[in-house]
């Protein structure tokens, strides 16, 4: 069964402080996986797609990176209102549908 | 990327009452799919809604208790049925977007259900 655990539940950082979110993983072939920001009371805001080992992509502080096992959501010089619940999936090649971790809560302080 | 609208974006309902939520998509997509997301988990996908067919289901969601409707491209919706406390959720709605070198998946604001 396709399972994705994300690491730490939360993180709580100075502004400035960069850091790193988990997701480790296991599908039986992956199609893709997927990290969306998700503040609170709205639908996640897609930020970023991966394919293959080796893959990286960026989006302003943030940068994403796959492995076989696993991604990191890098997060550069955070600031404030970088703080939202970053969520991590993953889309088998034999189903539509994905599989959600369980997020990591990000806090930046000022 | 794809602009999703949802109805109601949230409600408050008593016990053994039935909601109807409206997904609307600015373009045409072939698939969409219904998310459930209780307090502080993560989201679930309770079915997949194909124009033109029956919702497909995941386990543990019945159409008994979660119909779903898909008359065009660009709409659905999805109703919970004989609410109990347990449904309270917020219910998500979303939309694919296959590329030549990319898949996305996009979602809606949500609807906040409440059950009293």
């Known amino acids: 069964e396709d399972q994705v655990t994300q690491s730490p539940e939360a993180l709580r950082l100075q502004e400035g402080e960069s850091s790193s979110l988990n997701c480790s993983y296991t599908?039986?072939?992956?199609?893709?996986l997927f990290w969306y920001r998700q503040d609170p009371g709205k639908g996640p805001e897609f930020l970023f797609t991966l394919y293959s080992a080796g893959e990286e992509k960026e989006k302003e502080r943030l940068k994403a990176t796959l492995t076989k096992k696993e991604s990191f959501l890098h997060i550069t010089a955070p600031k404030p209102e970088d703080s939202a619940t970053y969520l991590c999936?993953?889309?088998?090649?034999?189903?539509?549908?994905?599989?959600f971790g369980a997020g990591t809560r990000l806090t930046v302080k000022p | 990327s794809a602009v999703i609208s949802q109805k109601p974006s949230r409600d408050i309902c008593q016990r053994g009452t039935s909601l109807t939520i409206q997904c609307q998509v600015d373009?045409?997509?072939?698939?969409m799919f219904w998310y459930r997301q209780q307090p502080g988990q993560s989201l679930t996908l309770i079915a997949t809604a194909n124009q033109g067919s029956e919702a497909t289901y995941e386990s543990g969601f019945v159409i008994d208790k979660f119909p779903i409707s898909r008359p065009n491209l660009t709409f659905s919706t999805l109703t919970v049925s004989n609410m109990s406390p347990e449904d309270s959720s917020i219910y998500l709605c979303?939309?694919?977007?296959?590329?030549?070198?990319?898949?996305?998946?996009?979602f809606g604001p949500g609807t906040r259900l409440t059950v009293l």
């Open positions: 373009s045409q997509v072939t698939m």
């Open positions: 979303s939309v694919d977007r296959p590329g030549p070198n990319s898949y996305e998946q996009f």
């Open positions: 999936a993953v889309q088998a090649h034999n189903n539509n549908d994905m599989r």
């Open positions: 599908v039986s072939g992956l199609r893709g």
